[in-house]
């Protein structure tokens, strides 16, 4: 509604997404280390900070990633992760294949389909 109002008399095009995508969270010492296995971007601290959003490739699936803390905040950097939710699941499960060298679990897709990563 407060878009709505903030946007009264100027020719405009209003649609809710908010059903369209998934949020991931991620947080911990090795977060970015976990994030920087699946994508391109810049995610060391001297390019990536907190704040920042960017949006790119992890896996195979387009994302939009936001720091939300720093480094040096208890518990580490946390990062929001904004997918379609049909891609969802897919980046998921390659979060945690990416992440096992931390102990993260193995996810399995939810329909069965083969994970492929790279």
Known sequence: EKARNALAG?????????????AIDLAGKNARDLLMKLTTLDLHPRAFRVGMVAGGIFGRANATLWQMTDDESPGGPAFRLFIRWS??????CALAEAGREWGVPEQIPVKGERLTIG
Do not use: I, N, R, S
């Open 10 to 22: 100027l020719h405009h095009q209003l649609d809710h997404v908010g059903d369209y995508y998934t």
């Open 87 to 92: 891609m969802a699941d897919y980046l998921w």
